[in-house]
């Protein structure tokens, strides 16, 4: 079956660096993302890894991929207020005709000065 | 600017009424998406369809009902509100075959039922 996995908070100092973790069970995923959602607003795309893939890095991002353990992370560099928010993991499994997404139940992250 | 947009960001409606959620996508995109979302349990599926006038349940069906006349527009229908959805509801689409973008998500509808 299909679940996502995440912890529910996380309080990090500005300029320190952000760990968000998440776990999912369905191996045959093929894309993993992290979304970003803002107070009041629809989710963004952060970034995004393919499931052959260990490691990608965008900027003050740092995705890891363990495909072994089903585990993936996003790593924020020099966290900033602005990225106080709600991320969102998810796996994507190609069913029928298209592409299904499952969301994790986010993790609210808070920046404090 | 491509987008997904919801025609109304909140919206206040009485137990029992029919409450129709509009989404419309100017992408072209085949796939189109409803999920609900709430603290602590993050984004559930209720419906999605892969074409016009194809429909498939999500997760958590009940209670809702969707409508794809046309590619660009997919509805969420609350045949008859109840409180417990009240909720903020998020559309989504996406391209066929699957892109490495995922989805792209409209801004939310967050509905209250009283």
């Known amino acids: 079956g299909e679940d996502v996995e995440q912890s529910l908070f996380l309080s990090v100092r500005e300029g320190d660096s952000s760990v968000i973790n998440c776990t999912y069970t369905?191996?045959?995923?093929?894309?993993l993302y992290w979304y970003k959602q803002e107070p009041g607003a629809g989710l963004q795309l952060l970034t995004y890894i393919f499931s052959n893939m260990d490691m990608k890095q965008d900027q003050r991002l740092t995705v890891l991929l363990n495909k072994k353990d089903k585990h993936l992370s996003l790593r924020i560099a020099d966290t900033q207020t602005g990225d106080s928010a709600i991320y969102f993991c998810a796996e994507s499994i190609l069913t029928g005709g298209g592409n299904k997404l499952t969301f994790g139940t986010g993790t609210q992250l808070k920046v404090e000065l | 600017d491509v987008k997904v947009t919801q025609s109304s960001r909140y919206l206040v409606k009485r137990t029992g009424e029919k409450v129709f959620l509009e989404c419309v996508q100017d992408?072209?995109?085949?796939?189109m998406f409803w999920y609900r979302q709430d603290p602590g349990l993050g984004l559930r599926l209720i419906y999605f369809s892969y074409d016009v006038k194809m429909k498939e349940k999500g997760d958590i069906p009940e209670g809702y009902s969707v409508s794809r006349e046309k590619k660009e527009r997919f509805s969420l229908i609350l045949e008859s509100a109840s409180t417990n959805q009240t909720s903020m509801y998020l559309c989504a689409s996406s391209p066929r075959p699957p892109h490495f973008y995922g989805y792209t998500f409209g801004s939310g509808t967050r509905l209250t039922v009283v």
């Open positions: 369905d191996s045959s995923s093929t894309y």
């Open positions: 992408m072209d995109h085949e796939n």
